[in-house]
């Protein structure tokens, strides 16, 4: 650590020459189907907002030292919903606690983990631009259980061999069971689907308010959609951020009892703020989002709820503070409701179709990709230039980028009010691996970065306007930009 720098502060790119460098290297008649979007002032104030680099500062190698807390119930595949509150030591040492309930609202607890380990930062990421490599080490695991439910349930999921438990010994709650011990070789993870890989792709934001003091916010390694894989996945993208106990954002109401938690005790978040389903108006990202496969992007929505229809616009862009685009992606067409979710409550299921697509490229390598292609597979093969649109509706879609029209997709959304009062939409989660929830079963049961809503005109818009540049970043691999379009494309990455 004497060899490397104390910090770095990034917004897009890192300087010199160690371990924390990466290389430069149906729709309705009215409707007017356009990449080329104008917003509403206060759309385009929220976007101006999300690309202002004097705004956000990004530390490389992160300081992790300080306690860090989540701000809201979260929801992992499955469904899981938890609530997380780990410390890290100036030592390198962790202690992190994983609060699970039994309902959407975290109300509910049924059992925490407690984790022990060690933590060595590693590099700056070659794959995931402004991250962290870590190596994470764990040394202890112990359950608590909060209620008699849960313990019946984990009773069915748990060997008692591996608890070492006596012939007719139940689980009991408030009592501490080992589930991890590193020294005598005791593992009983699995059965519970445990990883804590997500240690093993970090960064860390400054934001800079002029009405209160600058928060911190923790970005940790996404999780696999599927459980199965979780144990061996490394991260790529991110979670919803930790914040810092001491430098949160405003308000922060979870964060109080995050901070004043334990296994004994875990936080029981306030009731939720769940409201009616009602997508009518604009919605757009509330920050640069990262997914997995390497892909910062910002994606605004546009519902009429009379007409069933929508249009979603997609940037994606080269860094982490979406300033530099790669490509821009417009789908639009119609959607049915279903039913309430039975298995995330106050979330809403819904069909999907995609009639529309039309592709502006900015990158290079896809460009030369794209103008290669066969006649009839993909736009106007050889007509691709930078910066201008090309529809692929008439071509069903692009083979090279994993898009196909007409497609249908079944959605999970929910609708919550946020601590100031905004409307918020949430939107099931893309499977990790690339593939799309086509039938019933493949259904999200998470979410992806809440949308706030910008304006509540239905009307699409005609004109876009942003002052983001193309690309001068480094160039992308053709390989990944592939599995990052089909990874990401219909209905809302």
Same mark, same amino acid.
């Given at each position: 650590?004497?060899? /490397?720098?104390?910090? +770095?502060?990034? *917004?897009?790119?890192?300087?010199?020459?160690?371990?924390?460098? +990466?290389?430069?290297?149906?729709?309705?008649?009215?409707?007017?189907?356009? =990449?080329?979007?104008?917003?509403?002032?206060?759309?385009?104030?929220?976007?101006?907002?999300?690309?202002?680099?004097?705004?956000?500062?990004?530390?490389?190698?992160?300081?992790?030292?300080?306690?860090?807390?989540?701000?809201?119930?979260? +929801?992992?595949?499955?469904?899981?919903?938890?609530? #997380?509150?780990?410390?890290?030591?100036?030592?390198?040492?962790?202690?992190?606690?994983?609060?699970?309930?039994?309902?959407?609202?975290?109300?509910?607890?049924?059992?925490?983990?407690?984790?022990? &380990?060690?933590?060595?930062? %590693?590099?700056?990421?070659?794959?995931?631009? &402004?991250?962290?490599?870590?190596?994470?080490?764990?040394?202890?695991?112990?359950?608590?259980?909060?209620?008699?439910?849960?313990?019946? #349930?984990?009773?069915?999921?748990?060997?008692?061999?591996?608890?070492?438990?006596?012939?007719?010994?139940?689980?009991?709650?408030?009592?501490?069971?080992?589930?991890?011990?590193?020294? $005598?070789?005791?593992?009983?993870?699995?059965?519970?689907?445990?990883?804590?890989?997500?240690?093993? /792709?970090?960064?860390?934001?400054?934001?800079?308010?002029?009405?209160?003091?600058?928060?911190?916010?923790?970005?940790?390694?996404?999780?696999?959609?599927?459980?199965?894989?979780?144990?061996?996945?490394?991260?790529?993208?991110?979670?919803?951020? /930790?914040?810092?106990?001491?430098?949160?954002?405003?308000?922060?109401?979870?964060?109080?009892?995050?901070?004043?938690?334990?296994?004994?005790?875990?936080?029981?978040?306030?009731?939720?703020?769940?409201?009616?389903?009602?997508?009518?108006?604009?919605?757009?990202?509330? %920050?640069?989002?990262?997914?997995?496969? +390497?892909?910062?992007?910002?994606?605004?929505?546009?519902?009429?709820?009379?007409?069933?229809?929508?249009?979603?616009?997609?940037?994606?862009?080269?860094?982490?503070?979406?300033?530099? %685009?790669?490509?821009?992606?417009?789908?639009?067409?119609?959607?049915?409701?279903?039913?309430?979710? =039975?298995?995330?409550?106050?979330? *809403?299921?819904?069909?999907?179709?995609?009639?529309?697509?039309?592709?502006?490229?900015?990158?290079?390598?896809?460009?030369?990709?794209?103008?290669?292609?066969?006649?009839?597979?993909?736009?106007?093969?050889?007509?691709?230039?930078?910066?201008?649109?090309?529809?692929?509706?008439?071509?069903?879609?692009? &083979?090279?980028?994993?898009?196909?029209?007409?497609?249908?997709?079944?959605?999970?959304?929910?609708?919550?009010?946020?601590?100031?009062? %905004?409307?918020?939409? /949430?939107?099931?989660?893309?499977?990790?691996?690339?593939?799309?929830?086509?039938?019933?079963?493949?259904?999200?049961?998470?979410?992806? *970065?809440?949308?706030?809503?910008?304006?509540?005109? *239905?009307?699409?818009?005609?004109?876009?306007?942003? #002052?983001?540049?193309?690309?001068?970043?480094?160039?992308?691999? =053709? $390989?990944?930009?592939?599995?990052?379009?089909?990874?990401?494309?219909?209905?809302?990455?």
């Amino acid at each position: 650590w004497n060899k /490397l720098p104390l910090a +770095v502060q990034t *917004t897009e790119s890192l300087a010199g020459s160690n371990l924390w460098d +990466v290389p430069t290297s149906h729709l309705h008649p009215s409707t007017n189907f356009s =990449s080329k979007l104008f917003w509403e002032p206060q759309c385009q104030t929220q976007l101006r907002h999300l690309q202002d680099r004097t705004r956000i500062t990004a530390t490389i190698p992160p300081r992790l030292d300080g306690h860090w807390v989540s701000s809201r119930c979260e +929801v992992r595949a499955g469904p899981e919903f938890l609530t #997380r509150s780990y410390i890290f030591y100036p030592t390198r040492l962790f202690k992190a606690f994983q609060h699970y309930y039994c309902d959407s609202n975290c109300h509910v607890p049924a059992y925490s983990l407690i984790i022990q &380990g060690k933590l060595r930062l %590693r590099q700056a990421s070659w794959i995931t631009h &402004g991250a962290t490599e870590a190596e994470h080490n764990l040394q202890k695991v112990t359950l608590v259980i909060h209620n008699q439910w849960a313990a019946h #349930r984990l009773e069915t999921r748990l060997p008692s061999s591996c608890l070492r438990l006596g012939s007719g010994v139940q689980l009991v709650p408030s009592k501490l069971y080992e589930l991890f011990n590193a020294k $005598a070789k005791r593992d009983c993870l699995g059965a519970l689907h445990f990883s804590m890989m997500e240690l093993d /792709l970090l960064r860390l934001e400054i934001q800079y308010h002029p009405l209160h003091q600058p928060s911190k916010e923790l970005f940790l390694g996404d999780v696999h959609t599927d459980q199965n894989q979780r144990a061996h996945y490394r991260p790529t993208g991110y979670q919803q951020p /930790l914040q810092n106990t001491m430098h949160h954002i405003h308000p922060c109401p979870v964060c109080a009892l995050m901070y004043q938690s334990s296994e004994q005790s875990p936080p029981i978040l306030p009731p939720s703020w769940s409201i009616p389903l009602n997508l009518n108006g604009h919605w757009i990202s509330q %920050r640069c989002e990262a997914r997995p496969a +390497v892909l910062f992007l910002t994606r605004l929505f546009v519902f009429n709820e009379e007409h069933h229809t929508w249009e979603g616009t997609y940037h994606h862009y080269s860094d982490p503070m979406c300033n530099h %685009r790669t490509f821009t992606l417009v789908a639009s067409g119609h959607y049915a409701r279903m039913e309430p979710s =039975s298995k995330v409550q106050g979330a *809403t299921e819904l069909v999907f179709k995609v009639i529309r697509a039309k592709v502006t490229m900015f990158e290079q390598t896809m460009l030369q990709m794209l103008n290669s292609s066969e006649e009839g597979s993909c736009g106007q093969a050889g007509g691709w230039e930078p910066g201008a649109e090309q529809d692929i509706t008439w071509t069903a879609g692009c &083979g090279m980028l994993g898009i196909l029209l007409p497609h249908k997709e079944y959605e999970l959304f929910k609708m919550e009010k946020d601590h100031k009062n %905004r409307s918020l939409l /949430l939107i099931g989660e893309r499977p990790t691996d690339g593939s799309s929830p086509d039938r019933p079963v493949k259904r999200p049961t998470s979410f992806q *970065t809440p949308m706030v809503q910008c304006s509540p005109d *239905t009307a699409v818009p005609q004109h876009y306007s942003s #002052r983001s540049d193309v690309s001068t970043g480094p160039e992308v691999s =053709s $390989a990944i930009i592939h599995h990052s379009v089909f990874s990401i494309f219909l209905i809302v990455n």
